[in-house]
């Protein structure tokens, strides 16, 4: 009997052993996995007009410093990937919308495998603090066009139960890092552009910086400045308004993928003098972007991660 009632210990003692180190292999592969370097990054460029006809065959790469580009097209998109700082990079530009989004970065995580998405465009914003010319560092994203009251919460995506996608706080300083650099680098250029278009006035000096809250996504022109200040009363910390960036954000947490997300603040079209001068500034705006700011925002994020 004794003898049974110890074979019993042995091998409670022996299945407890295999759960707990069970328990730490686990909390360890997650830990391992919040640590791991990032090694393969997408970045998805949402502006309204893009710079250059990327359907053409002889099209480039529109990031010049790639070492080893390639450009593939996927379905109706076209890819272009590279390396730098030692890391894959995939990059493609769109439209920006919900769906194209959507099917983006569906792509990038599935056939490209990347570890972190980086979201580059422009936002609009009815906020008394912002300046056109900001750099608005997304800490997460709101659908506000999903709102079902009173079935469900507000901006609840009812399957998921999630209102607000956040971005990575991991991975977010670097890219404020990034983008504090820029605003240093190219203050004056931005001056420059918003006299050119009449966004600053001759002898004004831009009060631009860089700043950081939530971004609301749903559909731009709908924004009232009315509607944007409820919205800010609901959550304080939204600082601008798009029409894609929610849709990647919501991707990347449905497949527990990091999503960062970088704006310049631009004038919606509707304040625009005329629509042909907003696409001169928004072309303007896109070329800085693809270069400059993208340039200081990776160099930190490739050296950080």
């Known amino acids: 009997m004794g003898g049974t009632v110890m074979v019993g210990q ?11 180190f069970s328990v730490v292999a686990e909390d360890l592969n997650i830990l391992n996995e919040k ?12 502006f309204p007009e893009t710079t250059g006809d990327s359907s053409s065959e002889d099209s480039g790469c529109p990031i010049p410093w790639f ?22 990079f995939v990059v493609s530009s769109l439209w920006p919308n919900k769906v194209s989004s959507a099917v ?9 495998h990347v570890d972190l998405i980086l979201i580059i465009g422009t936002c609009y914003s009815r906020s008394e603090n912002s300046r056109f010319g900001n750099v608005l560092i997304s800490k997460g994203y709101i659908n506000y066009d999903t709102d079902i009251r009173p079935f469900f919460e507000r901006f609840e995506i009812p399957d998921i139960k999630k209102s607000v ?9 670097a890219i404020r890092k990034g983008g504090k650099e820029f605003i240093t680098t ?8 918003l006299k050119t278009y009449g ?3 001759p002898k004004t000096k831009t009060e631009h910086t860089l700043t950081e809250g939530l971004v609301a996504t749903g559909e731009s022109f709908a924004m009232s400045r009315n509607y944007f200040l409820s919205l800010q009363k609901l959550y304080p910390e939204i600082q601008g308004f798009d029409s894609a960036s929610g849709a990647v954000s919501q991707v990347c947490y449905e497949y527990k993928i990091p ?19 907003w696409k001169k500034l928004q072309n303007e705006a896109s070329k800085i972007y693809m270069d400059t700011l993208l340039k200081s925002v990776l160099k930190e994020l490739c050296l950080a991660h």
Do not use: W
């Open 67 to 88: 070492s080893n580009s390639k450009r593939t097209q996927e379905g109706e998109r076209i890819y272009y990937s590279g390396n730098y700082f030692g890391k894959y």
């Open 104 to 112: 983006v970065t569906c792509n990038m995580i599935l056939k490209h």
């Open 259 to 277: 999503c960062l997300g970088v704006n310049i603040l631009i004038p919606h079209p509707l304040e625009s003098s005329s629509h042909e001068e």
């Open 35 to 46: 640590q791991a370097p990032l090694t393969r990054i997408g970045i998805i460029f949402a």
């Open 186 to 193: 190219e203050k004056q250029v931005i001056e420059d552009l």
């Open 10 to 20: 042995f091998l409670l003692i022996f299945f407890c052993s295999l759960s707990f």
């Open 199 to 201: 966004y600053l006035k």
């Open 165 to 173: 996608f956040a971005t990575s706080d991991v991975h977010r300083e």
